[in-house]
C-alpha cells in the first residue's frame, strides 16, 4: 500500500475549491476544502462577476493546509490535474492580467445582439429551424455582451481564455487546457477538438476572433511542470508534471462510474443534467454538441437544465422560512427537514406538475418554468416535490433525445451532485426513469473522476472500465417501485411531454411582453 502511486487534484466549483490527495485505488488519503467568501458579486440585479485571481487564491490557501500536514505523501505524488466549473472566461491583456472580472455562467445579463450576422447565415439558421437558438446563444455570449456595453475592455483583450486555461497559466506558465475544458459559449469543435475559423457557421456565432483563443491541448497531454513561483505560492511540489482532463460536469460523470454506452450519469448540482460516455461523437439534440470528454477518444453526449438544484435553494429562500427556523432548532439542514415531508406527498404530487425552465435552454429557447394543475388541497410541500419530479421529466426528456440520436439503450443510471445526497431523491429519480440508479460512495465525484483520468494517462490503468472497476465503490443501488414509475409513466406521456408544445405560442408572447412592453 505504501508504494503506491497518488495523484493530486484541484476541482474548482461554484461554491469552493477543493484540493484532494487520491491513491490508485480512489481513496482520498487527504482533501482541504476553501470555501468562497464571495462566490461572486452582482453590480446589477442578475450579474454574477468574479475576479479570476479571487478562485486561484483560495486554491493557495486550500493547497498550502493540504501539503503542510502531508509532506511525507510527496515522494509518491506522479502527476496534478484540475477541473473547473464550465462556461467563464478571463479576459487578459498582452501580459496576462485580467483586464475585467470573470462573467460567470450564472449570470443572467443578456446582449442585445445589434450586429447582425451575414444574410446567408441568417437564412440557413432560420431553414434549419434553429434562428431562436441562434439568436439566444448569441444574447447569452459574454463577448457580445462586452462589445456592446464595455468596448473599451474587449478591445483590450488579447487572450479570450476559460477560467482552467488561465489558473494553468498562474501554475505552469503556459496558457492551455484540453478541449474539455472549454465548454460554452467560445468558437471550438468538440469533435475534433480545434478552435473554429472566422466564418464557421458555428463559429460566428460567438462573435469571438478565433485568434483570440489560447492554444488547446489534448486530453492527457502533460502541459508542463509546476513552477518555482507556484510552488511557493501553493506549497505544490516544484517540477510536478501537469496533465491535462476535463471540465468539472465530465469528471463527475467518470467519478460516479458512467464508462460505457448503457449507462447514464444524472448532476444535480446548481445546474443539473444527463450525459453519456460513448466513443462515438453524435448530436444529443438536434444540431447541439457533444462535448469532449475527460478521457482522451471519448465524449460526453449531455443535456442540461440551466436552473437545476438550484431551484431548491430558491424555493427554500422563498418558502421555507419556518423549516429553516425548524432546522436551526434540531441542528440540521433545511433541506433534510423537507425531505421528510417529500415522502408523504403521493408520486405526481396529486396532480400538479412543474416544467423547470426558471431558465431556459437551448433547445427550447422560447420556454419559461410553469407549474399546473393546482387544487386547494395542495402545499407548499406538494410544490417543493413537484420542483424535484420536474427536473427528473425534463432530464428524462434528456435522456430520450439521446438515446434517439445516438441510437443508445440506457439500462442503469449513476448519481452525483448535492441532490443525490437524499434517499428519497434517489428514489423518485429511479421512479421517473424507470432504471436503477447507483450512488458512489464518494461525494467528492469531480475530484475523483479528475484523479480517474489521471491515471488512466499515467498507465495506472489501460481503461475507464479497469479504473472504475479499482476506484469507485457504490454505497447503495435505488430500484424503481412499479406502481410509482407506472404512474410517473402515464404524467409524463399524457401531460409532462404535452406542456411545451401548448404553451410555446404564450410563451413567446410573454417574451415580447418582457422585452418590448415592460423594458
Known sequence: MENKDLVITIDYGTQS??????????????????????????????????????????????SNRLMDKNKYL?????????????????????????????ILWL?????????????????????????????????????????????????????????????NYKMLGILTDSSSNIIGHYPVGFKTGKI?????????VYGINPKLIPTISKVGECIGYITHECSLETGLPENL?????????????????????????ISYGTASSISTFTKRYFS????????????????????????????????????????????????????????????EINPGCDGLILQPYWGPGLKRPLAKGSILGFYDTHTKYHVYRAIIEGIAFAL?????????????????????????????????????????VYKPESYEASSLGCAMSLFISLGVYENPLEAKNKMIRYVKVFMPNKDASYKYKILYKNVYKKIYPQLKGIYKNLTIYQHEIVQ
Open 396 to 436: 428524462l426528456e434528456g435522456l430520450k433525445s439521446i438515446e434517439k440520436h445516438g441510437l443508445l439503450h440506457i439500462n442503469k443510471l449513476t448519481i452525483s451532485g448535492g441532490g443525490s445526497k437524499s434517499d428519497a431523491i434517489c428514489q423518485i429519480t429511479s421512479d421517473i426513469f424507470n432504471l436503477p
Open 196 to 204: 473554429h475559423f472566422k466564418y464557421h457557421p458555428i463559429g460566428i
Open 74 to 102: 510527496i515522494p509518491r505524488i506522479k502527476a496534478i490535474s484540475s477541473t473547473c466549473f464550465r462556461d467563464t472566461a478571463a479576459y487578459l491583456d498582452e501580459n496576462y492580467k485580467p483586464i475585467r472580472p470573470s
Open 284 to 343: 444529443p439534440e438536434t444540431f447541439l454538441p457533444s462535448y469532449t470528454s475527460c478521457v482522451k477518444k471519448y465524449y460526453n453526449s449531455e443535456v442540461q437544465i440551466y436552473r437545476g438544484y438550484w431551484m431548491l435553494q430558491w424555493f427554500v429562500k422563498e418558502f421555507a422560512e419556518t423549516e429553516n427556523v425548524e432546522a436551526k432548532i434540531e441542528n440540521l439542514a433545511v433541506e433534510d427537514i423537507l425531505n421528510k415531508k417529500l415522502m
Open 17 to 62: 475549491v477543493r484540493v484532494s490527495i487520491i491513491d490508485e485505488n480512489g481513496h482520498f488519503l487527504a482533501i482541504e476544502q476553501e470555501k468562497y467568501k464571495e462566490p461572486y458579486f452582482s453590480n446589477k440585479p442578475g450579474y454574477c462577476e468574479q475576479w479570476p485571481d479571487y478562485y486561484y487564491d483560495c486554491m493557495k490557501k486550500a
Open 107 to 167: 449570470d443572467q445579463r443578456e446582449g442585445k445582439s445589434k450586429k447582425k450576422l451575414p444574410l446567408v447565415y441568417r437564412l440557413v439558421y432560420h431553414l434549419i429551424g434553429m434562428s431562436n437558438t441562434v439568436d439566444l446563444n448569441r444574447k447569452r455570449t459574454p463577448a457580445i455582451w462586452m462589445q456592446e456595453n464595455e468596448p473599451e475592455n474587449y478591445n483590450k483583450i488579447k487572450f479570450y481564455a476559460p477560467l482552467n486555461f488561465y489558473f
Open 241 to 265: 508534471p501537469y496533465i491535462t482532463t476535463g471540465n468539472d460536469k465530465s469528471c463527475e460523470s467518470l467519478g460516479s462510474g458512467t464508462i460505457d454506452a448503457k449507462t447514464a450519469h
